[in-house]
């Protein structure tokens, strides 16, 4: 395979979605460029997707998507170094209603949300990630010796591990008011009120109370993803506001006065209830998902995930699954979907390996495949690889419905959070034979179907 250019292709890719003066700003997740564009119809898909290195576009949740696969840092360190484009989190739609020309109909309202949830949860998700692998090292070790949870240490590491779920709150607050750019000391401290003691205390006791004379909901609010999200909202609106109102040399003591005046009140007993039954409603809907569709559920995840990659909105279910973890303990439905998703990608790629007799195609999809089982990332093999050639898609739809039903049907449960390859089965903990069971099945029926329906005889083989 030809060497690329880095600095080249990224010339030529910020060439041809109208030059610098076109972008608001870039950004990147493990596979993509992520372009907030001013005009989006000045991007020229068919010339960027020929580019050497470029596996695909996308527009999805309000950004231009270039694919780009193991090529991505390389290329965007490229850009920022070479351009005068603003490199960070992408401004806030919502405060900023000017960032795209595009007509303002329910998918462009459905995709601002999706693009919001995913920036708000990205840094309360990395976090998760570390509990939830630490929790998985704490009962591996109390499998393999049972006395040691009872020591201080592991109860101390417990504690630890347990504390991104418990304070979900916060760090959803957190990353809410980053995407807002608002301050998030104002956010953390409404979440963080919600989590207080004594706040706690009042709301278990059983008796009702008021404010203001209106009956508050008694509830508690840890483990609860909503209510820290939609109080950073608020706090973001209203610092914007009344930083605006009050006359400079006032401000910096009646502003943040008024943020928690007006703020507390309306989280009290509107916000954080709201936000809390909400989330019950998810709960709710995945329950009868799984109550209806049975041990399908997961296939019907695995056979629709690649869609969702296609539209930019793959992490649509980012909400639900965390919802779900904190409030039922664990994950029957995404977790384990996502899972076989990304090895059923790989069994497809595996199959084309066999089959193609073109030696750069093999590589690429060996490389593409082994990405998918072992990282977790799907968009090579699914942009280089199965879509490209289009009969793999139908090997891995069928192969990630079989392995995801298997799995379901076998009672596979992620009991924390963990990265969605095969390297992730330990959150599974006494339900782990169920995955690898779907796992086995997926990467089976994908290489055997793509084997089948896929000749080798692509153009250029």
């Known amino acids: 395979m030809s060497k690329i250019n880095y600095d080249e292709l990224a010339s030529n890719i910020i060439k041809n979605i109208g030059g610098e003066e076109n972008v608001k700003t870039v950004t990147h997740c493990v596979t993509r460029l992520r372009f907030y564009l001013k005009n989006i119809d000045t991007a020229k898909d068919e010339e960027i997707k020929q580019l050497p290195g470029v596996l695909g576009v996308v527009f999805g949740n309000g950004q231009y998507q270039v694919i780009l696969g193991e090529h991505l840092f390389p290329v965007f360190d490229a850009i920022i170094t070479k351009y005068a484009i603003e490199a960070e989190e992408p401004i806030n739609e919502n405060l900023d209603g000017d960032l795209i020309n595009e007509k303002r109909n329910l998918k462009y309202y459905f995709e601002k949300v999706i693009t919001f949830m995913s920036q708000a949860l990205t840094p309360f998700i990395t976090v998760v990630y570390g509990a939830g692998m630490l929790r ?28 991104p779920f418990y304070f979900m709150p916060i760090l959803v607050a957190y990353g809410t008011s980053k995407v807002l750019k608002s301050n998030p000391a104002f956010a953390i401290a409404m979440a963080a009120a919600l989590l207080y003691p004594d706040f706690n205390s009042l709301m278990t006791a059983g008796e009702p109370i008021s404010m203001f004379s209106i009956p508050v909901h008694l509830g508690t609010y840890g483990n609860t993803l909503l209510p820290g999200i939609f109080a950073a909202i608020l706090c973001a609106y209203l610092e914007k506001w009344f930083y605006r109102i009050i006359p400079g040399m006032l401000k910096s003591v009646f502003a943040p006065l008024c943020i928690f005046l007006v703020g507390f009140p309306i989280t009290v007993l509107v916000l954080g209830p709201a936000g809390s039954v909400v989330g019950s409603w998810i709960v709710t809907g995945i329950v009868w998902l799984q109550a209806h569709a049975g041990g399908m559920a997961p296939g019907i995840i695995a056979a629709t995930h690649p869609f969702l990659v296609m539209m930019g909105v793959n992490m649509l279910m980012v909400g639900p699954m965390t919802e779900l973890l904190a409030r039922v303990g664990f994950d029957n439905v995404f977790r384990p979907g996502w899972i076989i998703h990304n090895v059923a990608e790989g069994g497809a790629c595996m199959a084309v390996a066999l089959r193609t007799k073109n030696r750069d195609l093999r590589t690429t999809a060996i490389s593409a495949g082994v990405g998918a089982f072992l990282s977790g990332v799907s968009e090579p093999a699914l942009y280089g690889i199965n879509l490209r050639l289009k009969k793999p898609m139908i090997g891995l739809v069928l192969g990630g419905f079989a392995g995801g039903s298997v799995a379901g049907i076998m009672g596979a449960k992620a009991f924390s959070m963990g990265y969605s390859s095969v390297l992730g089965v330990v959150i599974f903990e006494q339900t782990i034979f169920a995955i690898l069971a779907g796992i086995a099945a997926a990467f089976l029926v994908s290489f055997i179907i793509t084997l089948v329906l896929y000749k080798g005889k692509e153009k250029g083989e």
């Open 136 to 163: 998985v090292v704490l009962s591996l070790i109390s499998f393999f010796a049972p006395e040691v949870d009872k020591s201080s240490t592991y109860q101390l590491f417990n504690y630890m591990a347990l504390t």
